[in-house]
């Protein structure tokens, strides 16, 4: 369920399945409908289990740095369905929104699609609409069969790959790095950050079939540290960029960061921009994201640590920039999710923690969390807004994580409770 998406369905009478329905068909006829709008956009592809969304906003951020104007399409929503599709960090109005879904009406759209199926057909007609310089696109799930993937981008990036959606995408590293694999196109470059070795296997032969370049992390770009700053090189334009210093915390941002500037690097070619490395600095300096180590309280941190392997980043960063302090974690996640493995990884460091409920069908239960949890000092956490608000009050270091519905759902009520 996607929030207030319903509101516009009803409002234009418009149908769409609550649903996932892998596969391209569907979307292809719709966008033939509406005139093809994503053929005229120019595209960055981003396909990964984890670290989309945190490329995709260091990316955005060196682009506008660079005075183009930028849309991007990402999901899960953080507040709702409007904020996953910004142009300039600037969410789609109502009256915006209104104006694609009266466009997708009456081009006959009602029925043909599934919730996401629709919302990326809205998405590109919103850039088009505002004549972006460059779209920047998130893979709902997989890639291969994914509603996005009928874009052909200067660029696809893909990040990371593990284990995740099992059910649609396989049971093994590598029938998930086929789906992601599937996001690379006919000469067009793509790249790929610190993959297991199995994905990357497949992510190689993908790109020689489709003659598309690929740019590697620690292959053909690095990225170090030198005191307080990181450095990237890029051994390709015998380019080196020193004194980066960013704000989204820890390690894995540091990776990251190095593939959004390759990205970058790629698209001012294609768009024939000159690179400025100030801009750059800058535009590192700059990014952001709502949900990433992001501090909404002081003392209260939201990440959204879904998957095991995002719990192992989180644990990292914790790690790094708390090092010694005790950790108090407030969990909900979805059922769908290898929740086992996660806890593993977070019990790691700290040895309390508190499951709470959430409004989404596949969450689950947090007393099924708790048997699941082997941490000395857990709980059932029933009014989570008064006990963030008294963590904060007494210093007491304290991370919500697991699914970013999860997180959505706290901090509209916490940041609505503060500002009251």
């Not at 207030?4 to 068909?25: H, M, N």
């Not at 921009?273 to 990433?292: D, F, K, Q």
């Not at 508190?354 to 239960?365: G, K, L, Q, T």
Request: with cysteine; hydrophobic share 45%.
């Amino acid at each position: 369920m996607i929030p207030q998406f319903d509101d516009y369905k009803e409002k234009w009478a418009l149908t769409s399945d609550d649903v996932i329905k892998p596969g391209l068909t569907a979307i292809e006829e719709a966008l033939a409908l509406v005139g093809n709008p994503e053929r005229t956009l120019q595209i960055v592809h981003l396909a990964g289990t984890n670290g989309k969304g945190s490329t995709l906003t260091f990316l955005e951020s060196i682009a506008q740095e660079h005075g183009l104007k930028v849309g991007k399409f990402m999901s899960p929503c953080i507040l709702n369905v409007h904020d996953q599709i910004q142009v300039m960090q600037q969410p789609i109005s109502a009256l915006e929104m209104d104006r694609v879904f009266q466009q997708m009406k009456n081009a006959g759209l009602s029925g043909k699609l599934t919730d996401f199926e629709l919302l990326t057909v809205a998405a590109f007609l919103h850039f088009v609409h505002c004549d972006v310089d460059i779209a920047l696109i998130e893979a709902g799930m997989g890639g291969l069969l994914d509603s996005t993937n009928v874009v052909q981008p200067i660029v696809s990036i893909i990040p990371s790959i593990a284990l995740e959606h099992t059910k649609f995408l396989g049971p093994t590293i590598e029938s998930i790095a086929q789906h992601k694999a599937g996001i690379i196109k006919q000469h067009r470059p793509v790249v790929i950050g610190d993959l297991p070795w199995e994905a990357k296997n497949i992510i190689e032969r993908e790109a020689n079939a489709k003659q598309a370049p690929v740019l590697e992390l620690n292959k053909q770009f690095h990225i170090g540290r030198m005191h307080d700053y990181e450095n990237y090189k890029n051994d390709n334009l015998d380019l080196h960029i020193t004194n980066l210093t960013r704000h989204m915390k820890g390690p894995h941002q540091g990776n990251n960061m190095a593939l959004a500037i390759t990205a970058f690097l790629e698209v001012a070619a294609a768009l024939n921009v000159a690179i400025n490395v100030a801009s750059i600095r800058h535009g590192i300096e700059m990014a952001s994201i709502l949900g990433r180590f992001e501090e909404v309280l002081p003392y209260i941190i939201f990440d959204g640590a879904h998957n095991p392997a995002s719990a192992e980043k989180l644990v990292e960063t914790v790690r790094q920039a708390f090092p010694n302090e005790s950790i108090t974690f407030v969990i909900g996640i979805l059922g769908d999710k290898d929740v086992k493995g996660v806890l593993q990884y977070l019990e790691q460091i700290s040895e309390t923690f508190y499951f709470v409920d959430f409004d989404n069908p596949r969450a689950m239960s947090a007393e099924d969390m708790l048997a699941l949890c082997h941490a000395p000092q857990k709980a059932i956490l029933h009014n989570t807004i008064p006990f963030l608000q008294q963590q904060s009050e007494k210093k007491c270091r304290t991370i919500v994580t697991g699914s970013l519905y999860l997180l959505t759902e706290v901090r509209g009520s916490l940041l609505g409770v503060n500002e009251n």
